[in-house]
């Protein structure tokens, strides 16, 4: 009898035809799971009340073209109240499903690669992850934002609960944090690329990785536990409800089940890449393999296969064979392997391995610690010392070469077998036909199987070979061949009013620039000292006074002339430590119609230099003096219909410019910054570009959690309140960014009532 803790096989479940490579346990019906895999459909499994206590296939779904590589379950909402299934796939599309139609609800677009992770937050809220080194935040069949900063494929994407915090792992070793939007933290130690991320709790969570180790993070960014036990690529993870204990697959065949820290039992299956695990509400384990079988363990008696399953389990799993280079068991050298009597000493931690020579033969075996006793796992075959007549098994023929190859950026291995009696390039060509691969590939892999067979007679063992598209023997993406890492081994896969109308703030100097005081005076001051070629002559500084008398007196008779704003520019890019009266008069004059027609459209790319002239001059390690007076400039630009058409379409660029001052100490600095989204916010209210608002709502979140000042604090609250008002896609957006726990500290502000009274509206509104 199996010991309470022990898990046994419960059943497996046929149905796809190739790799499963994603698992989900689903809200509806109860019990139920879905999966999906590299045969282009996703399925969802019932329980059924059978004697196998096994699971019936209730929904298949398909619309990709091209394998699915990855699912996710959307809660259910009071529209879909059984909620939707979320399915990534090579194709570069996310499909979205209901549980009564086989073709997509809808399809999001917007990746340039495969989408090989997906997770589901609150509100709706979708976060996508793919080869195309980015995240994606959707909402309501948008693309809201997109998460930009790892340099290779992005592997795992996981939405974490209440905070509004995002978690993306890559393969350039790395884990960030984001929140609103932007990367608030960067989580190095892994040594390989990051192939899986799951949720402890609001402040922790687990990575696993190529490098075989598995971590245990805060999201403060400390690593508080380091695991190890698996000895290859180990591709997912999966939390039981104590938040406490988990689950693990990888590439070394093998489930993993971890309790209390350590790794509790070993289970190894019967086919090469484990690819993915799902716990089930009842507590078993569903687990998706390179065989095309889904198969569930469960540690209760009651719902354990017959002994005759069992047993039929444990008879495939001694048949399978096993290259030593793909696993744990090291180089073997048949003259120094013990015989059968070396199975008569018990192992000493479940999962432990042995090899014993039978023959002729190499046989390894596992230790179960449940049974008290070992296992056969298989035949091994390939060691570099052991020379074997033995040809190698591939979908029920044998051959003298099976060759792992990898196409795809960290994409699903491909088997290519081979005799030496065929012809390569007919080989060549059936391959990739097979698996609907460009004939351009043709000359490439027939040399590669050329090359890789020369000097081999039949019968002789696979060699470790290239690929021949990546040029290595497995695809490491972002990295060489990490130390220790198997080799040879596939990587398969102005005014305010509070609420919320458009509105736009402009800084004048009668109110808002009070504190910086701009003399015709310092600028003489300044010219005299100024480089030669910059240095301005009598006739130019009287006609940049005209300029500034023209543009602050609305009675004034004269207009500002063509050249006198040709000036301004032209002066506009003194040397940086002396260009800020300059930028103080070039801020005012931005108001007046004339010039705001001029530098911010008069030409298209006399607009487009004016904000790179300015952005240029905002760089964090910028003169704050010039950060500020940037900011006011862009936030004068809205007062005329080109340039508010100009920060528009350059929108993109500017915020984020804009939000990389948050970190800057400088009361000045936060209060223009927190006026330019607000002005952003009310060009945009009443408009449809949910991209645009989510922009905002980034920008916004991350302004507050540096700004101090009250007077930024309430702009940005009103800029947040404009963004959402009369908009229901951007509310459920701010609530899934954690925007509403974020600004409840301002409700209970007194000194101005202004900041808690627009606190308190903009959290109505979010309700």
Known sequence: ????????????????????????????????????????????????????????????????????????????????????????????????????QPQPLFTLKGHKNTVCALSSGKFGTLLSGSWDTTAKVWLNEKCMMTLQGHTAAVWAVVILPEQGLMLSGSADKTIKLWKAGRCEKTFTGHEDCV??????????????????????????GECVQVYYSHTNYIYSLAVFPNGQDFVSTGEDRTLRIWKQGDCQQTIRLPAQSVWCCCILPNGDIAVGASDGLIRVFTEVEDRMASPQDLQAFEDELSKTTIDPKTGDLGDIKME??????????????????????????????????????????????????????????????????VFTIDINEGGPSMKLPYNVTDDPWLTA????????????????????????????????????????FTGTGRYIPGSGTPTGAPVGVADPFTGYKYIMGIMSVSFSMASLYNNFAFSPAKLKELNGGAPGEYRLSEEVLESL???????????????????????????????????????????????????N??????????????????????????????????????????????????????????????????????????????????????????????????????????????????????????ALGTTVASDQTAQDLAKSLGVMSQIAKYTSVTDPAKVGECCQLVLKELQ
């Open 1 to 100: 009898m199996a010991s309470p803790n022990s898990y046994k096989l419960s059943c497996s479940i046929p149905g796809h035809e190739m790799d499963v490579r994603g698992l989900a346990a689903a809200f509806f019906p109860d019990g139920a799971f879905t999966s999906v895999s590299r045969d282009r459909t996703g399925r969802v499994w019932v329980p059924n009340s059978s004697p196998d206590r096994g699971f019936t296939e209730m929904h298949c779904m398909t619309g990709h073209e091209n394998f699915v590589s990855c699912v996710c379950i959307i809660a259910p909402s009071d529209t879909y109240p059984r909620g939707l299934i979320a399915t990534g796939g090579n194709d570069h599309n996310i499909c979205v499903f209901t549980l009564d």
């Open 195 to 220: 192939r899986g991320l799951a949720v402890v709790s609001d402040l922790e969570f687990f990575s696993c990785s190529n490098d075989a180790t598995i971590r245990r993070w805060l999201v403060t």
């Open 336 to 401: 120094d392997l013990p015989g059968r009597e070396h199975l008569e000493e018990p192992g000493n931690r479940d999962g432990q391995t042995r090899l014993i020579k039978e023959g002729q033969n190499v046989e390894a075996y596992q230790w179960s610690v449940a049974d008290s006793r070992w296992m056969k796992i298989g035949d091994v075959v390939g060691g570099s010392n052991q020379q074997t007549s033995k040809k190698v098994n591939y979908e029920g023929k044998e051959y003298d070469f």
């Open 429 to 468: 060509h059936n391959f990739l036909e097979k698996n609907e691969l460009s004939p351009m590939f043709l000359d490439q892999v027939a040399n590669f199987i050329i090359e890789n067979t020369k000097g081999h007679t039949l019968g002789a063992a696979a060699p470790s070979a290239a690929d021949p």
């Open 545 to 595: 006074e005209k300029l500034l008398v023209s543009v602050c007196n609305p009675c004034a008779s004269e207009q500002p002339t063509t050249e006198q704003i040709s000036l301004l520019w032209k002066t506009s890019h003194w040397p940086e430590d002396i260009v800020f009266p300059v930028l103080d008069i070039l801020r005012l004059a931005v108001r007046h119609p004339q010039v």
């Open 597 to 718: 027609d001029s530098l911010c459209g008069g030409d298209t790319d006399d607009g487009v230099a004016l904000c790179n002239h300015l952005l240029s001059l905002m760089k964090p390690q910028g003169r704050p003096a010039n950060q500020m007076l940037a900011l006011r400039t862009l936030c004068n630009c809205f007062s005329g219909w080109r340039g508010r058409a100009l920060l528009l379409a350059q929108r993109e660029a500017v915020l984020s410019h804009a939000a990389d001052l948050c970190s800057v100490c400088n009361k000045n600095i936060h209060i223009a910054l927190a006026t330019l989204v607000l002005n952003y916010a009310g060009s945009l209210h009443g408009q449809p570009d949910l991209e645009a608002k989510a922009q905002c709502l980034s920008v916004a979140s991350a302004a507050l959690e540096s700004v101090q000042d009250k007077e930024a604090v309430f702009r940005l609250l009103v």
